[in-house]
């Protein structure tokens, strides 16, 4: 007879544990951000839609959104593959999905491009988990069970903010029109962090070759 072996879900401790270093917290700030942006937004595309056109169905955005995300989600992977640089691959995914969030109130008055923005909005959004995984991953494989529960963990308490935050600020009369481009703001926001954990990387890889070499004239002095 054959057992599956389980194991239990990393606990908080660890997961705060992770949190307490530098880097991880940085790529977890970027997963939040993204989470605020994205799932937030997706809460009150009904609202966007009621407020910017007369659709008479939110199905076919709804579906638009769907398709680009399935389409993003099997994608990612090859191109964290074929590009081996996750960390570039992120900015790009968030510079896309910032534009798409951006360009929603202007192509809902056309027919035909109305559902582009969703489609890569979607690709996007489904896509932003992979290389954050990856990254975290090959700072932390000792401790993959928590890594992934932590990056899940990030993305849904985003999401939750982000529902929240839309509510609090159409509530202080915000127009739900300017929706989209408070969202992509938010995505720029993580775009900037990513861009510092980029830069941080290559600083640090300056100075320990900096380093390196000022020992080696030492030594050889």
Not at 25 to 34: G, M
Not at 179 to 189: D, E, G, I
């Amino acid at each position: 007879m054959i057992g599956i072996i389980s194991f239990p879900p990393p606990s908080m401790q660890q997961r705060f544990a992770m949190m307490a270093k530098e880097r991880v917290a940085a790529i977890i700030s970027v997963t939040f951000i993204t989470s605020i942006a994205s799932l937030g937004l997706y809460t009150y595309i009904s609202t966007i839609l009621d407020n910017l056109k007369d659709t008479p169905s939110l199905a076919p955005y709804l579906w638009a959104w769907g398709i680009g995300g399935v389409i993003g989600s099997f994608s990612v992977g090859y191109f964290i593959d074929r590009t081996a640089r996750p960390k570039m691959l992120m900015a790009g995914i968030l510079t896309i999905m910032a534009f798409a969030m951006f360009c929603i109130p202007f192509a809902l008055p056309f027919p035909m491009r109305s559902f582009l923005p969703f489609v890569l909005w979607g690709a996007m959004g489904w896509a932003s988990q992979a290389p954050q995984q990856h990254e975290r991953l090959r700072y932390q494989p000792e401790h993959d069970a928590a890594v992934v529960a932590l990056n899940s963990s990030a993305n849904y308490l985003g999401s939750a903010v982000g529902s929240s935050l839309g509510g609090i600020v159409l509530r202080a009369g915000l127009a739900p029109s300017s929706l989209p481009f408070a969202a992509s703001c938010l995505v720029l926001a993580a775009l900037l962090v990513q861009c510092l954990i980029m830069f941080s990387k290559k600083v640090s890889a300056y100075q320990n070759l900096r380093n390196k070499l000022i020992y080696e004239k030492q030594f050889f002095l």
